[in-house]
């Protein structure tokens, strides 16, 4: 996947029950944030996302070029050093765009392409836009991670056995009642055993209440501010412009590159 033309849009909805409003945050990742983006993930304790596209289908446009991929049920996974896997769950579409490359190595002001060349160039199929709608998340926790000493409860066996129950006339049931409880016996007798872990404890949820990191969403906010800010910026730089309070610096856009 190569970034040179990579855009990546992501969406994160959650749903606020206060005052059963529903809150959208929208988040355009460009190429000068891909890599903050992943390096603030990272840091948050992320050690590895997975994509599942589950009935992913794809729409050729040979006339352009153009590929869209779209999943209606993808789902994003984090797993993180702490125990915690958190799933997004939601649509996914992606554009890929044909463009031509060059061989590696090939100098095109050295050799120039010949008419032959030309013709039969190579080209090669890149990711132009990913857009993720994150419409809920769901948070699992190892078991390893879940810390405390540890019991196992054993089921307490039935008061009568069945075989004697059953070749015992006087001890049929002589109430409605008393058949419930043989019933409840007959599920208690066939329940797995449980753990108890007394005085358990877990870890701290990695995440915020959009399913992402604290400190990846203060990167896409501030990516959002310093995208809608580009002409000032820009404005500024061929002004020779100060800053705030009289600097004569721009440290703001130089965070993210």
């Not at 945050?25 to 603030?40: D, M, N, Q, S, Y």
């Not at 590895?48 to 050729?60: K, N, P, V």
């Not at 100098?107 to 160039?121: F, I, T, V």
């Not at 959009?210 to 580009?230: D, K």
């Amino acid at each position: 996947m190569s970034t040179g033309s990579t855009r990546i849009v992501l969406v994160v909805i959650v749903t606020v029950f206060i005052f059963c409003a529903l809150r959208v945050i929208a988040a355009e990742i460009g190429v000068p944030i891909i890599p903050r983006f992943f390096l603030v993930t990272t840091q948050s304790g992320v050690k590895s996302m997975t994509f599942c596209l589950d009935g992913a289908r794809e729409r050729i446009q040979p006339a352009t070029g153009h590929i869209t991929l779209e999943c209606v049920t993808a789902v994003w996974t984090y797993k993180y050093s702490n125990g915690y896997t958190i799933t997004l769950r939601g649509p996914l579409t992606a554009h890929l765009m044909m463009t031509a490359v060059h061989p590696p190595g090939n100098n095109s002001n050295l050799n120039p392409p010949s008419n032959s060349d030309s013709s039969q160039g190579q080209y090669v199929y890149k990711f132009d836009e990913l857009q993720f709608d994150a419409n809920y998340h769901d948070k699992f926790i190892a078991l390893e991670s879940i810390l405390g000493p540890r019991t196992l409860e054993i089921p307490p066996l039935t008061h009568t056995p069945m075989g004697i129950m059953a070749h015992s006339p006087s001890l049929q049931y002589s109430t409605a009642a008393e058949q419930s409880q043989s019933d409840l016996d007959d599920e208690i007798r066939w329940e797995e055993p449980r753990v108890l872990i007394e005085h358990g404890s877990i870890p701290g949820e990695p995440v915020n209440a959009f399913g992402i990191p604290q400190a990846t969403m203060r990167c896409l906010e501030l990516a959002e501010s310093v995208t809608s800010m580009a002409e000032l910026i820009q404005y500024a730089k061929e002004t020779n412009s100060s800053g705030p309070l009289g600097t004569n610096s721009l440290s703001l856009p130089l965070c993210l590159h």
